[in-house]
């Protein structure tokens, strides 16, 4: 079969590429064409647009690029006509993949399958409408989504969580490397690593990236490690890094994670990723108009949270300092307690144990391939 995939960031190029590699093992004539990245190209298939073209965040970035983001979807549902796919798999990215939906749904009868829902639970719940119209069969990754969407009669599956897939698979396919071997070849020095996991975007980078390496300037027995984000140049980051004495490892964030002590981290799929490690972390979020976004976030959202390992467990377990509670000393301080609290640190280290279980066990891409295949099956 023929499957056309939309994924608009680092980590939809994740998942993807493990979606279309759990694909192939069950479809050996599949063929794939893709909006990705490097890692869905390594799969095979023809790539049409890199991510690193769309991503634009916030509303003014969107505003000044929206010709080009146009430009994209009209490209988009073009390569989708002229492709005939058995299905449009839409990743994550609501803004885009949302509208391509209603476009495919209203002039085609390709069936639209969206895997990793968007976080509607948090905001926008108004966007469910548009899934009970455009999309044919949602997937979902967080357990919690299933009783989200059941109190709006739209069925979903849960699959399970492709970030517990995807490090696992590193964890052994990796099983031979040694903390000596990553500190040798990424040229570090013996000291524990401070991993700054500091966003995937530029704006990200830009908000974060200053205040996280103010906050641990004065750690000296500790060396920061700056996980360089895929599709970001080291100059950009040598802009916001400035006279301090850290360094940047591209195309290794696992690894960095595997062999640090503890994490600074944006929100995000990162968060996850570093329970998933056992590596005791602060989310850091730096936003414009704190007290405004602060409110907003108490008032109008239907979230409590903003990382993903607090939402599953559903309680604090990890310190969010965002808007009026991001600041490089709010931020030290709580890096203090994770390296030299044993007491927090092994608190924080159960409840990831505790979170690790709810997701359950690894296969949330093969199981999801299976259903798709299944379901398309149904339909021939």
């Not at 698979?169 to 500190?183: I, M, P, Q, V």
């Not at 007290?291 to 607090?310: A, D, E, R």
Request: hydrophobic share 40%.
């Amino acid at each position: 079969m023929k499957y056309f995939l939309i994924a608009g960031e680092a980590s939809g190029d994740l998942h993807g590429s493990n979606l279309m590699a759990a694909i192939k093992e069950q479809d050996k004539d599949a063929e794939f064409a893709f909006f990705g990245g490097d890692l869905m190209q390594a799969q095979g298939g023809r790539l049409i647009k890199h991510y690193r073209e769309l991503a634009f965040m916030g509303f003014i970035p969107v505003l000044l690029n929206l010709r080009t983001i146009l430009r994209n979807m009209k490209m988009c549902n073009q390569e989708i006509l002229k492709y005939q796919p058995d299905v449009v798999i839409l990743v994550d990215y609501p803004g885009f993949n949302l509208k391509i939906a209603k476009y495919v749904k209203t002039h085609t009868s390709i069936p639209v399958y969206y895997y990793i829902s968007p976080k509607v639970w948090a905001w926008k719940e108004y966007r469910v409408k548009s899934f009970k119209k455009y999309v044919d069969e949602m997937f979902c990754i967080l357990p919690f989504e299933v009783d989200f969407f059941k109190k709006h009669n739209y069925h979903v599956e849960y699959v399970g969580n492709p970030t517990v897939d995807a490090v696992a698979n590193y964890k052994a396919e990796n099983a031979s490397d040694t903390r000596e071997l990553f500190l040798q070849e990424n040229q570090l020095d013996g000291r524990p690593v401070l991993a700054i996991l500091c966003g995937s975007r530029q704006q990200e980078i830009k908000d974060n990236l200053p205040y996280m390496l103010d906050a641990v300037k004065d750690f000296g027995d500790y060396q920061p490690v700056i996980a360089g984000a895929p599709g970001i140049e080291p100059e950009y980051y040598k802009k916001y890094i400035g006279n301090h004495n850290c360094r940047i490892v591209f195309g290794q964030t696992y690894r960095v994670l595997q062999y640090a002590e503890a994490a600074l981290v944006t929100s995000g799929t990162a968060t996850l990723e570093t329970a998933l490690f056992r590596i005791p972390q602060v989310v850091c979020y730096e936003t414009p108009i704190p007290c405004i976004v602060s409110w907003y976030f108490k008032n109008m959202m239907n979230s409590p949270y903003i990382s993903l390992v607090n939402l599953i467990a559903g309680k604090t377990v990890v310190q969010e300092l965002f808007a009026k509670y991001f600041s490089t000393e709010a931020i030290r301080k709580e890096a203090d307690k994770l390296l030299n609290d044993k007491a927090y640190r092994q608190q924080m280290l159960d409840e990831y144990d505790r979170v690790i279980g709810i997701l359950g066990k690894p296969g949330a891409s093969g199981k999801a391939a299976t259903l798709m295949i299944a379901k398309l099956k149904e339909k021939h």
